[in-house]
């Protein structure tokens, strides 16, 4: 906050003199009226937060919106909401976040401020009448009166002056006071130095009036009067605003544009760039922007204008570079998963900078070393990225600020996304990081607070945020869902638990899972029961080879059902060769005869039963009529899938759409789950009887053969 128009003393005199680390951190925000946020209610956030939402449901808007909580930001018209028109005539808070103080940062007020309680959180609020941040006490009793006994430049100078009213008047006309009539001080040195030029001057002209000369030191050698412990303001309120906002206002730091490093960098040009922002740097083979530049020898540590004087003596060029390039490669290889590697930057002729990569493995060996911009696309944004990021979070502008991502990492491979997880958690450290993420890899901490989902309502265009994420859509929490199954993921991937798991059924879609977890709760046969077996359904059928094999492949004893398409068929095959035994591939039968789907295993008036129950409220309004057993016969089908896919074709000018038989599955499951299945005759019951019965025997099947002595190679010698 600007008052009276005065300069402030900056946060980096007082970070300098205390050698203090701030790290206010937000514990709480709202955000009212700003895009498409109408009022995002109170939202709480940890040292490590992400944003989850789909695309344009508000993420970019919340982070931007706290950026209006720096110093002179700028508010555009063009970013209210324009359906709060009526509460936007009055003066509401557009952005405002309560930010937990460090204890540090409580000290330097306590240093201060002696007088007041202890202050522990401050809220900071935005409005969209005011041209700058506000701040907010909470409980805190503050005195907004004028008061002389504030310890404040203002207080000081006016000391000062009136002192210098005391010195007869043929002294005082030859003193200059205008330091003390103008704002207060930039920097301790300017303080210093005006302070003795003035003592100096009341020195050589009152060198006859010893009263002056003392006074002046008594006043001058005051410690409360030193550059350090003066405020800015007439009243308690006021030195405590302006001492918050030059010294303690955290920095909102917004990134939304990670540029990309090409590998061959035209010094000229960049030097030129350097003396003339206005121009871009010229690379040999791309245009970019000289900061991507400075972030790579930023962290190599390397001074260009240093090189410029180098570059003719090849053995210190080759020594700079050598101690250049080792920097980099240790900077960058934290956040590098994988194998690491090596970077080397290279001074060609026409003063052309190459970077050089190289592949380092754990045998010691180096491969594919060449220039960066050979490296592929996606190599050189993993890199560009690396670079860029670190670099800007290292510097002392960006050390302790709030950091706003927008999508970090979006173009790179999941194994990479969590070389950037690392970075941003070791970050967490240092600065608080808030971003907006739509990859499940860059979630690490599900505690409330540390995901917040962004919800869109189409219909009011309003953003809405979930701190208790799981009361958002499915759809807007497969991230996070996806995120959550990584340690499924990586138990599958353990083969110690492959090799003690029980058997794995994988089925062909979700529809056939739902039907063997939900008759074997309706026919509770402990003799027949899929509690033994983990039941894993494929996303589709293209899935269910590569599936398969990676279960086998990790120790599981994986079995499959499938129909009795051709491409089931095809399936079976490939896995036999791939090392699983025919006794592993279960086909859907009944009575001996081949069934095409789970649904077969249906009497068909019980399925008809629940399609009917299903579409004559999905299609009420296409005018759908309950179908019957005689319906399918027309058909000429031998499956009841194929019989209602066919039914539903010839309705298609009708609206009927696709036949969704995972629909139907939910019906059936859910009169299931609420003993409300009256509708499912024994027939049916006896059918998936003879499923599950067909299923053990081949699990006992299977265990008889693998109990043989030497039965893998016995397995072998049969594919042969």
Same mark, same amino acid.
């Given at each position: ?27 709480? @925000? ?9 009022? =995002? ?114 207080? @000081? ?20 006071? =205008? ?156 956040? +590098? ?43 050189? +944004?993993?890199? =560009? ?164 094999? @990676? ?7 994986? @079995? ?146 693998? =109990? ?13």
């Amino acid at each position: 906050m600007i008052l009276d128009g005065q300069y402030r003393i900056t946060s980096y005199e007082l970070n300098e003199r205390s050698n203090k680390i701030i790290k206010m951190r937000i514990r709480r @925000f709202r955000v009212r009226a700003f895009r498409c946020i109408h009022d =995002s209610g109170e939202v709480r956030v940890g040292d490590l937060g992400a944003f989850i939402g789909r695309n344009e449901a508000g993420k970019t808007t919340i982070l931007e919106a706290l950026t209006l909580l720096n110093k002179d930001s700028v508010i555009s018209e063009l970013d209210l909401c324009d359906e709060m028109a009526a509460e936007l005539k009055k003066e509401i808070n557009l952005a405002e976040a309560i930010l937990e103080l460090s204890n540090e940062e409580r000290e330097l007020i306590k240093e201060s401020f002696p007088e007041l309680p202890e202050i522990k959180e401050i809220k900071i609020f935005r409005t969209n009448k005011t041209e700058q941040p506000q701040y907010d006490f909470g409980d805190v009793k503050l005195d907004e009166q004028e008061n002389a006994g504030v310890n404040s430049w203002e207080n @000081f100078r006016t000391k000062v002056i009136s002192f210098v009213d005391t010195i007869p008047n043929h002294i005082r006309i030859k003193l200059d006071t =205008s330091f003390f009539e103008g704002p207060s001080p930039e920097s301790d040195e300017a303080f210093k130095n005006n302070m003795a030029e003035f003592g100096n001057s009341i020195h050589v002209h009152a060198s006859d009036v010893s009263q002056i000369i003392s006074e002046w030191e008594e006043l001058a050698e005051n410690e409360k009067f030193t550059f350090r412990n003066l405020l800015v303001g007439t009243s308690q309120r006021m030195a405590l605003e302006n001492f918050i906002e030059d010294n303690l206002h955290p920095k909102f730091v917004y990134f939304s544009d990670y540029k990309k490093i090409i590998g061959n960098i035209n010094l000229t040009e960049y030097l030129k760039q350097k003396d003339d922002a206005e121009h871009s740097v010229e690379y040999v083979e791309e245009f970019d922007k000289s900061e991507t530049v400075d972030n790579l020898f930023f962290l190599a540590d390397l001074d260009v204008h240093e090189l410029e004087k180098v570059k003719h003596s090849p053995s210190k060029l080759v020594k700079l570079l050598s101690a250049a390039s080792k920097q980099l490669s240790l900077r960058l290889n934290p956040a +590098w998963k994988g194998d690491p590697i090596h970077v080397e930057l290279r001074l060609n002729p026409n003063n052309v900078m190459s970077v050089v990569i190289s592949d380092i493995h754990k045998d010691g060996t180096v491969t594919n070393t060449g220039l960066l911009n050979r490296r592929a696309e996606g190599f050189k +944004w993993t890199f =560009s990225f690396i670079v860029n990021f670190a670099a800007e979070t290292q510097k002392t502008a960006l050390k302790e600020a709030i950091l706003l991502l927008d999508e970090p990492a979006r173009n790179l491979h999941p194994t990479q996304q969590r070389g950037i997880s690392d970075l941003l958690k070791s970050l967490a450290g240092s600065n608080q990081v808030l971003y907006a993420t739509h990859s499940p890899y860059m979630i690490f901490d599900y505690a409330p607070g540390n995901v917040i989902v962004v919800e869109l309502d189409k219909k009011k265009h309003l953003s809405r945020l979930h701190y208790d994420y799981w009361k958002a859509e499915d759809a807007t929490l497969v991230p996070i869902l996806y995120g959550l199954s990584r340690g499924l993921v990586e138990s599958i991937t353990d083969r110690e638990i492959g090799r003690n798991s029980r058997p794995v059924i994988i089925v062909e879609t979700m529809s056939d899972a739902m039907y063997l977890n939900g008759f074997d709760k309706f026919l509770e046969d402990p003799n027949i029961s899929m509690n033994p077996l983990n039941i894993v359904p494929a996303y589709n059928k293209n899935s269910v080879l590569p599936l398969a094999i @990676f279960y086998h492949n990790h120790g599981y004893q994986t @079995f499959v059902l499938l129909d009795n398409s051709d491409e089931s068929k095809f399936i079976s095959d490939r896995l036999v060769q791939n090392g699983l035994s025919d006794i592993q591939m279960i086909f859907y039968e009944r009575d001996e005869k081949a069934l095409m789907s789970m649904e077969d295993y249906l009497m068909v008036e019980d399925y008809l039963h629940a399609v009917n129950q299903t579409y004559e409220v999905l299609l009420r309004r296409e005018g759908y009529t309950n179908l019957t057993v005689d319906d399918i016969r027309k058909t000429k089908q031998d499956s009841i899938m194929a019989a209602l896919k066919n039914i539903w074709n010839s309705h298609k000018e009708d609206g009927w759409e696709e036949y969704d038989n995972t629909e139907v599955c939910r019906y059936i499951s859910e009169k299931i789950a609420g003993r409300d299945a009256e509708f499912l005759t024994d027939k049916t019951k006896d059918s998936f009887r003879s499923l599950y019965r067909l299923i053990a025997e081949r699990i006992r099947q299977y265990h008889n053969m693998i =109990s043989e002595p030497d039965w893998e190679q016995k397995l072998k010698r049969r594919l042969v």
